[in-house]
């Protein structure tokens, strides 16, 4: 097993174990320390754990590979929250002053957590990362200075699943009087998309209905005879996590709503949602703003040096590939980009949050750079400026066929500039609420 992922368990056994930490530790010393907040444990482990393996061994790929970036060695440390805001918010405090130069950014993977770090990353100094979840408005970088949002937002997302839904019906015209639920985890993740679908429906005339599903999501047969037997909607939409989706898409087969009329965000498409709902699952879409399966030269480099050395962060290679584990393949990539951009214009040396945040700021990853690491097709380019925290924020249609995900459409482009309108409005409120001052990006 990789010292790394063990390393936090480790220190806090015992201070007496210290011994079998201290080399790769003093190793480490002047490298570029990356405090990693994922959840192996907890009632949401099946969908962290590949996210968590896949950002590691992009990290510990890196190092064996290439010495690191730049000749910085990389020191990986995780902290597991559970997926509870309140983990996590210790976690990120345990973690923000490690390293020579402390944490160079924090990606919380939850929504809840984000919010919880708000403001502490503004005093840190410390760049907050939440790539696909989050704040929708922090897209506006005015207003977040140290919030970036890429690939994808929630708000983005639903106008992508309503454009899907509009050329599937001929154009969104014939959208006019058809009836769209919202099933959404009862929290503040699966709230988001709201605001998005209201305006959209009052744009092109469709009936949107909405459905909470309180934590963890086990009983929604009262919610699927409403959907099936009495709304009888066109399409549904959901923002679901962890057991929540399985459970829907299985009660979705037992009212017989068609599964190819039943949509996912990105959290409500990963592989381990789909085994355990069987037959039942076949059919059924998501949005991936990442690639599918493991036939990229990055999954190829990594069983090549890592698994094949037995370095790899999971128990086998069998994960490799699958939508939670790219995305975790897909963050650790960002990350790494933003500290060579860096390390680029400060020296090769351990850079700090504020410098990172500095990198986001101008951070490029295009079409050239991602061929060159192995990603082309993988992950869509990413290009941010100081006041455009999100970029393109594209996503696919993905169907899921019994085994795997097949993509059924090519990147689509959200409305942005309704969103744009949409983010500046709500971030401007949020300013007002915090006494926070514009900064000017020109």
């Not at 368990?9 to 990356?34: C, R």
């Not at 037992?254 to 789909?274: C, H, L, Q, T």
């Not at 500095?358 to 951070?363: N, Q, T």
Request: hydrophobic content about 40%.
């Amino acid at each position: 097993m990789n010292i790394n992922k063990v390393k936090t368990g480790l220190i806090a056994a015992a201070v007496g174990m210290a011994s079998l930490v201290a080399t790769p530790a003093v190793m480490a010393a002047d490298g570029q320390f990356i405090g990693s907040l994922v959840y192996r444990t907890g009632p949401y482990a099946p969908g962290g754990i590949p996210w968590a393996d896949g950002f590691a061994d992009y990290i510990n790929l890196l190092n064996e590979r290439d010495g690191g970036i730049n000749g910085v060695k990389l020191d990986l440390e995780e902290c597991d929250t559970a997926y509870n805001t309140d983990k996590g918010v210790e976690c990120y405090e345990r973690l923000k002053g490690n390293g020579p130069t402390g944490m160079p950014a924090v990606m919380p993977l939850s929504t809840g957590i984000t919010y919880a770090l708000l403001d502490r990353v503004v005093a840190d100094k410390i760049p907050l990362i939440t790539s696909g979840y989050g704040r929708a408005d922090a897209a506006d970088g005015t207003i977040f200075p140290y919030v970036f949002v890429p690939p994808a937002t929630y708000w983005g997302g639903a106008d992508i699943a309503i454009n899907y839904m509009a050329s599937e019906e001929g154009g969104y015209n014939n959208l006019k009087g058809k009836k769209i639920a919202l099933v959404y985890h009862d929290s503040a993740y699966g709230k988001e998309p709201i605001k998005t679908l209201e305006a959209l429906a009052k744009q092109h005339g469709f009936n949107l209905s909405l459905f909470p599903v309180p934590h963890p999501g086990l009983e929604q047969k009262a919610t699927w005879l409403k959907i099936g037997r009495q709304l009888r909607p066109d399409y549904v939409l959901m923002y679901g996590w962890g057991v929540m989706n399985a459970t829907a898409i299985k009660e979705a087969a037992a009212v017989n709503f068609p599964r190819e009329k039943f949509i996912g965000i990105w959290w409500s498409g990963n592989d381990v949602d789909m085994v355990p709902a069987g037959n039942a699952a076949v059919g059924y879409k998501s949005l991936q703003f990442n690639g599918v399966g493991a036939d990229f030269d990055v999954h190829k480099m990594i069983k090549k040096v890592l698994y094949a050395n037995g370095k790899g962060s999971a128990d086998s290679e069998a994960g490799i590939g699958e939508v939670a584990y790219n995305r975790g393949l897909q963050s650790a990539v960002l990350l790494a980009e933003a500290l060579r951009t860096a390390m680029n214009e400060f020296g090769n040396k351990p850079v700090t949050g504020e410098q990172v945040q500095w990198a986001m700021d101008r951070l490029n990853i295009d079409e050239a750079r991602l061929k060159a690491i192995g990603a082309e097709g993988l992950f869509d380019p990413i290009k941010l400026t100081c006041a455009d925290h999100l970029g393109k924020g594209r996503a696919k249609i993905t169907q899921w066929d019994g085994k795997q995900w097949k993509a059924i459409t090519d990147w689509i482009q959200p409305n942005n500039e309704m969103l744009d309108v949409m983010y500046k409005e709500s971030a401007a409120a949020y300013a007002k609420e915090k006494g926070i001052t514009p900064r000017d990006c020109k």
